[in-house]
């Protein structure tokens, strides 16, 4: 049971077959908690009557009535007075832009309808980032429209705010910022070089000035530790695409580390499998105390508690050493597990040489001597990773701010200016700035949204969104980005970068000019870049295309660390009985995205989890046919409770929501970062748990993300409202058989026979060694499905003649191997479909709305699985069993291979959903759109004051080409017919055949990876045609005979067998 | 007494209802066509005029030479006829690759009479619609005579209520004088029949008639053709685009490249009116609606400066300065009389009410016109697909813009509309590359099978076309 490699499961309900949840597959729409309800408000109690019911039918024909009588409302068409040349009503422009806050860094292409900014897409120009995003680029058009933005001015007074205009705060700061005075800007890294000159002329003006630059999460000890190795002191450029085998030490690079688009895209490149006759890929192994989406994707985890890291790392280096001939250090005790496990890996990497490649999310600057020590043994440098082109996505250092604090503690501050950062919520020690903070005489806030820091301000200065900026980024030294205004700006508010040099009274800056900060952008590049004949048509174009390339040497010197030195620094494993692992959450960060609803509504992947951060805790195998869990908790919990406990660290006892995860070193806990925040507008307030105050400082001040000496309580509560969903459209799987190890499909128990529908084709797994096997085995089955659907009666033939064999039919193809689970596609889906939020009590109650979803499931050895991600959406069948029983025809098939949904002709019946095998169909069961007559239908997503999306505001985000869809209606994924059509359309009016770029779909735009391609099946040199021409691929359920329009490749694996030994 | 009339009353139901069903009794060309469809159609061309894997049929008894029992004998068995040597079954035995046509011993004369029958009059084109087929079966027009029909129907049928709730309420009667009640009063017409089950009945029958007229006048509810608007401006489309001859596509330039025709902003209005200050119809009336949306002096021929800070105060007086020197121009006069005073006033206080509104206080800015063509929020129209790609005139859906003084919505926009024009609208095939795609309409086309592919042909009444 423990290596069960034909097994894929969810989590514990399925793996041992739990009633509940085969109770819950059984129905389609999930029996709500009602009694819970009913106890909660008395008010419900009393049941409609039947005179209720005639009072309703009552106002509703007199309602319909009235309708019916009034004159239809007078609609205005308003023209432009003078139409700007570049806009057509109707069509959309694209605008080359770079999402950039803090370290994080995207190029982008920015999609405007009139004038609005509506969607973010990757600019595949970009060395950097390639074209690829992640969940928060996606979501950052959404934070544009936040309405917790600063939307002017003020002074603020306690708890008065107080508006004012430009003119009086310059005024104000004219008298309070003097040439003596001493003021400290404390932001997080900045990319911008053009920002740093800015920042330059400011310190110019006022000496005493200092810029303290810090990152929430940091990797401060890595800046350090490089600058002690070579004398640089930066990220070094990593290049994942030329390793074969990577260690990473609790590095999340596929999901959060430093620039996970840039590495999961490289990293991906050598993951895919495209012969399988001549498959090669590389080995990922992840050393980790929980399990995060970067580990999830490894090939092997070595388990360790999270204070065994140094001693990890330490041992990594011996074993490396004493293969490569280096001499060894004194490493401290490991467990046996991972000793063994680091010694199998210590020989992969030595044989891969200056292809291996080791990376490490800790912030200990012994800890990174030791990773440099390793590369550098190994040969890696100059090759998986170099000093040209390094990376300035973290620049921030820990001392630099825990200085800041001391120095205000002490009184001697004047000013202190908080540009874009929120150090009041995300450090350590948070409670102490805020009392050193206090001491300033004259506190600013820059900032676009109210948060806990500005909320201690005594001005609050409203910054422009990226959106509405000029600006550029340097993320890799010599990669330039630029950034522009695609709309403008919606509130009274300034460049940041301008404030500061009026302020400055900068001289290079052009008050009177329309734009100051453009021209001030443009005349700094004229310095920056060069090489060019004009720079009016140099301009031109770096702006047309977003980015300007011109990478950097490094004057970095040869390795030059003390290695003995830094094994002494190293955090030594602590005999405690419960650790725990503070993560960088996928979706929140550090936090300042809380208040992006799409954000808190994406799963995590690893979790699955929506609005809020789970404590997960470890659940093993007990060696028979049952799991045990830590302290139990969520042994069951098909039915989406969580279970609450106390957790007390350093004397700060909070009550958790509690979760069981597989795939976690026993002992240890793991939560994620960027939750609880207080003062962030009405979505996000009060969500999930602040976990920074546990966090702790070591002796180089750099901040530790773990804590040891954690106590947690038996279970005290149930969490009535987890938004987990795991168990939610589940479409059934393998499971084994009570009391042996027979493997079965979980719900065939139950509900007996299921026919074909046993030995269910959802995930398809192999290990690179045995693709040969695998592979053949494969085919050899499709091919018997294949027979088994041709004895169909069901004329699909003649369908497939006359009607798909010509003109297009769409088809996806989606790459298991590629994809790294990292729910890009699953927001691009909602901002590109209108698709709603829905709040955490809905997403409870199974309402999730999302079109696309991504499925985990773990597989092989149930203490250490692996992990597959499986994006799942509408699969576009070509015999749909949904369209069968529509009894309104509102969803039916069109010749082009789509699935149709009709909203405005379904009537609700939800047959459709009740009868999709990929569970994929969703249903407004309230107003999620507000789009509604009756609010009493609109759902409050977190008791905010008006419904979410009600909002003027909000709604500017909405897509114009989709119809935003009322309650009582069925939707699902239309593979963004809006772009087919649009496409179709581009092609027809240029009078050329459709390429393949015309049509694609916001999923396979939004992926790094490129994981998702979709194209025309029916033209046989599409990208699509291609990769479904694969053997290794494969439909889900294709066994049924409902043709599916979406294809997988199987996942496969290079798990060593030498380092679980 | 009362047996008697009620088995009159059946005796004549059932020959009212005879009547009915011998009707349509006769057919023969209809029986043609099925035949045709049983037999013929899976070797023969249905539309007689060209050929399949059989001869086109069309004209069969000519080139026979009314030879009509040979061409029967050929129907039930052509190989016998080319065994007896007839010369002209033998040369299209050989010009057909003497591939055999199968026998159908099992038609009778009558068959193949209507058979042909039915092949001449599709051929010649008097056998065209199910209109025409019921006309050639020889039947009576009766779809014209059903409201006597079911008249006299419901007449029957009333009549029959009726009398059987009178041997209902006399029985009822009789069993009351029987069971010795002696005040018992033989009940009324009226009484009998106003019983409980009546009234639902009469309420049912209601309810029926109800809902048909409400779901048939809510289909209308939101459509409004023919909605003709007072727009803000009055502006004339039978001169611009009537005596001017001015392309729709000048102004709408939305409609060849995008989802909008677009309503042009006031700058193209300015292209020609910077020239143009006195309009045909309205003088400076209207035209100044424009110069004040945009601040434009006519005076001085300047764009104002700030026009959007602008007092009203001072708006006015442009205005009224430049309505002024006009009307003293026109009339050649030296000083405004009452006339022009009270001119000069009326067309500033309806350049105010035309461009200001509850929603915008200021003169300057947009001009919110009424929009007319309102399509509901899930329907999915572009411009420049039936422009650019379609080729479709404006006029097909717009009308005879270019003759209307003030513009209504010519179409109705209703979805029947829409799905209509798609079935008989031939899609721009040949000169596209993009429809190269369609391989198998493009060989119906190159063998001479298929003349048009029509916008349905190609999924153009599938839902997701539109709704999405």
Known sequence: MKNQKNEAWVGISDKTNDPDLIAQIDKEFVELPIVDTLSDEAAIETPANRRDFLKYLGFGLGAATMAAGCDAPIRRAIPYVTKPDTIVPGVANYYASSFVD???????????????????????????????????????????????????????????????????????????????SRILIITNTILSPTAKKALGEFTAAYPNAKVVTYDPISSSAMLEANKECFGDQVVPAYHFDKAKVIVSVGADFLATWISPIEYAADYSKNRRIADYTKAKMSRHIQVESMMSLTGSNADNRILIKPSEQGAAIANLYNEVAALAGGSSISAPAINADAKKGLKAAAKDLVNAGSAGLVVSGSNNVGEQVLINAINNMIGAYGNTLSFSGASLQRQGLDSAIQGAISEMQSGSVDTAIVWGANPAFDLPNADKFAAAFAKVKNKIALAYTIDETSALCDHIIGVHHFLESWGDAEPKRGYY????????????????????????????????????????????????????????????????????????????????????????????????????????????GSGKYANNPWLQEVPDPVTRCTWGNQLTVPTHWNGSNDYETFRGIGSRNAKSHGDYVNMGIKGREEKVSAVPQFGMMRGTLGMGIGYGREVVGECGAGIGTNVYPWLSIDANGNTQYYATNVEVSQIVGREKELACVQYHHTMGLTGSKTGSDEVINVDEEILAFQGSLTDRSIIRTSNLDELNKTVPALVKERGHHQYLNDQTLYPFDEYSEKLYSQGHHWGMHVDLNACTGCAACTVACMAENNVPVVGKTEVHRHHEMSWLRIDRYFYGDANNPNT?????????????????????????????????????????????????????????????????????????????????????????????????????????????VQRIQEGKLTAKAERRNLADNDVRTACQTACPTQAIIFGDVNNPNSEVSKRIASDMTYQVIEEVNIQPSVNYSMKVNNRSELIDA | MIYKSLKLCVLFLFFSLIQISTVSAEADLASGKALFKAKCASCHNKDMRSDLTGPALGGVEERWEGRDEVLAAWIRNSQAVIASGDKYANELYVKWNKSQMTAFPELSDADIESLLGYIDGKWKGTYDTPKKEEGAAGGTTEKKNNLPLYGLIAFVLAALAIVLARIISNLNHMIAVKGGASDAVRPGLFESIGGKSFVSFLLFGLVIWGGYTTVNNAIGL?????????????????????????????????????????????????????????????????????????????????????????????????????????????????????????????????????????????????????????????????????????????????????????????????MGWCINCHRETEVQFQDNEYYNSFKIYHDEIKKGDRTKVTVEEIGGLECQKCHY
């Open chain 1, 481 to 588: 980005s630029l950034i522009q205004p695609t709309i403008a700006p919606l509130f009274e508010t300034r460049q940041a970068e301008e404030i500061l040099l009026r302020w400055a009274k900068s001289n290079n800056l052009n008050t009177n000019s329309d734009q100051p900060y453009y021209e001030y952008v443009k005349n700094s590049w004229k310095g920056l870049a060069g090489g060019f004949a004009s720079f009016g048509s140099f301009w031109d174009n770096t702006l047309h295309d977003g980015i300007y390339e011109a990478p950097k040497g490094s004057s970095a010197s040869g390795f030059s660390g003390n290695v003995s030195g830094a094994a002494a620094k190293i955090n030594k494993p602590v005999n405690s009985e419960l650790e725990i692992e503070f993560f960088e959450s996928l979706n929140i």
């Open chain 2, 222 to 414: 939101g459509r409004q053709q023919g909605y003709a608007p007072e727009q803000p401006i009055k502006f004339s489309h039978a001169t611009h685009a009537g005596a001017q001859k001015i392309d729709c596509q000048y102004c709408h330039d939305g409609a060849r490249r995008s989802k909008h025709s677009v309503i042009p902003a006031a700058n193209t209005c300015m292209n020609c009116h910077k020239a143009v200050k006195n309009g045909s119809q309205y003088g400076t009336a209207e035209i100044s609606k424009i110069y004040a949306s945009v601040g434009y002096d006519p005076t001085s021929d300047t764009y104002i400066e700030n026009y959007d800070q602008m007092p009203q105060d001072s708006i006015k007086r442009v205005y009224q300065e430049w309505f002024k020197s006009q009307y003293l121009k026109e009339k050649s006069l030296e000083k405004l009389d009452r006339v022009g005073e009270d001119l000069v006033e009326t067309q500033w206080s309806d350049i105010v009410t035309s461009l200001t509104g509850p929603q915008k206080k200021k003169i300057g800015g947009p001009i919110e016109w009424v929009r007319i063509h309102n399509l509901p929020d899930h329907v999915y129209f572009n411009h420049a697909q039936h422009v650019t790609v379609g080729k479709v005139n404006c006029e097909n859906c717009h009308g005879k813009v270019e003759e209307m003084e003030v513009v209504g919505q010519y179409s109705p926009l209703s």
């Open chain 1, 868 to 976: 597959v991600y499986q994006p799942m959406m509408c699969q576009h069948c070509d015999n749909a069993p949904c369209e069968n029983v529509c009894p309104v025809a509102a969803t039916n098939h069109s010749s082009e291979g789509l699935n149709q949904m009709t909203y405005n002709r379904c009537i609700g019946t939800r047959y459709c959903a009740n009868n999709c095998p990929y569970k994929v169909r969703r249903f407004n069961w309230l107003d999620y759109t507000t789009a509604d007559l009756f609010p009493g239908n609109q759902p409050h997503i977190n008791d905010e004051k008006i419904p979410f999306g009600a909002d003027n505001l909000t709604r500017m985000v909405l897509n114009p080409d989709v119809t935003v869809r009322s309650r009582g209606v069925i939707e699902k994924c239309s593979f963004c």
């Open chain 1, 102 to 180: 803090g370290g994080d860094y995207c190029a982008v292409l920015v999609k405007t309808r009139e004038g609005r900014p509506i969607k973010i897409e990757g600019n595949s120009l970009s060395s950097v980032t390639k074209g690829g995003t992640n969940t928060r680029t996606q979501a950052a058009v959404l934070s544009l429209y936040d309405t917790n933005r600063v939307k002017g001015c003020y002074s603020q007074n306690g708890e008065e705010m107080t508006a004012m205009n430009w003119a009086e705060v310059d005024k104000a700061m004219g008298a309070k910022l003097n040439a003596g």
